[in-house]
């Protein structure tokens, strides 16, 4: 019975370290072959030379 416990456990253990290594081998693969042509932006650099779009402008509340 004990060798069975054993067995099992050894299984569990196998099995969450072959999900950990392909976790990690697809992470590596985003990593290293990211877009052609698009590097990493730091936060808030625009991509192109197009602004954001969101809200339109508003002229000052003194310019009515």
Request: charged share 15%.
């Amino acid at each position: 019975m004990k060798q069975m416990v054993n067995l099992y456990l050894l299984g569990m253990v196998l099995t969450l370290l072959s999900v950990f290594v392909r976790v990690m081998e697809s992470l590596e693969s985003l990593l290293e072959s990211p877009v052609p042509g698009n590097s990493w932006n730091p936060r808030g650099q625009l991509t192109g030379p197009e602004p954001p779009r969101g809200l339109p402008d508003h002229p000052p509340r003194g310019m009515r």
